[in-house]
């Protein structure tokens, strides 16, 4: 029975893959990955980095295959992603088939941890259902960039006993920007800023935990335009970005735990 391990990678650092992922890595024959394209180029370069840093086995594999192609402004969005994962179970199925044997792992290097945001757990449940090939899954969890970015602005998420919201750009739009408690926005492709209060406190970063880490806190309406710069600039420069922010209405601010 062929195994694919799952493994969280955190946030671009070396150095946050968890011992027990290091393990999970020198267990595995097959590591896969998806090309995103030249400007992408540098994501898998991390991935690359962190298999000669850690796999201890000479025959381990590095296996890419080109993305599928995915509709960025859909006029159906849950359409749009459905069509795209299917795309991407049709072609994981034909990788694990070409490039795993029975008895052999392969694994997925996944940014952050595979349970936030990622959606590799549900088409490898997708290609199970196919019946093509058989495997067992596991998961090793990684550091989230909600970690990483409390971590870097060395502060809570909340105040006492308060919950935190994980959300995304999109479905913040989509809810007029409203903003009651301490707010994580993820997968914000194109941040405005211009749908929010503008006396949020904002702690904004990108490439966090990395040499290129970027930073920005402060009320949105002195440092939205700042960040906006900041962040196109670094798209241009990279080719890439992954950024996250954390929104907190001002009287939230100060006595946390």
């Known amino acids: ?54 796999a201890e086995r000479p025959s381990c594999r590095f296996v890419e295959a080109p993305d599928p192609e995915r509709d960025r402004r859909p006029t159906d969005y849950g359409a ?51 019946g093509r090939v058989a495997f067992t899954v ?44 301490a707010t994580v926005v993820m997968l914000d492709g194109d941040p405005t800023f211009d749908e929010l209060d503008p006396d949020l406190v904002i702690y904004w970063g990108a490439y966090l935990g990395t040499p290129d880490e970027l930073l920005s806190t402060g009320r949105i309406g002195d440092v939205a335009e700042s960040i906006r710069v900041m962040r196109a600039e670094a798209r241009e420069r990279h080719g890439w970005i992954m950024d996250i922010y954390l929104l907190m209405p001002q009287e939230r601010q100060g006595r946390r735990a």
């Open 80 to 130: 749009a992603v459905d069509d795209w994962h299917a795309a991407r179970a049709a072609l994981y199925e034909d990788m694990i088939a070409t490039h795993l044997g029975e008895d052999q792992t392969g694994a997925f290097l996944v940014w952050g941890d595979p349970a936030l945001y990622d959606s590799t757990l549900r088409i490898l449940e997708r290609v199970s259902a196919r």
């Open 138 to 181: 596991s998961v090793v969890p990684g550091i989230t960039s909600v970690q990483a970015l409390a971590a870097s602005h060395r502060i809570p998420l909340h105040r006492i006993g308060e919950p935190v919201q994980i959300t995304t750009g999109r479905r913040l739009r989509d809810e007029g920007g409203a903003v009651t408690g």
């Open 1 to 54: 029975m062929r195994t694919i391990q799952v493994i969280g990678i955190g946030t671009g650092n070396p150095e946050h893959l968890t011992i027990q992922g290091i393990r999970a890595l020198n267990a595995t024959d097959v590591v896969f990955a998806l090309d995103k394209g030249e400007a992408k180029a540098g994501l898998n370069a991390v991935r690359r980095t962190i298999c000669q840093l850690y």
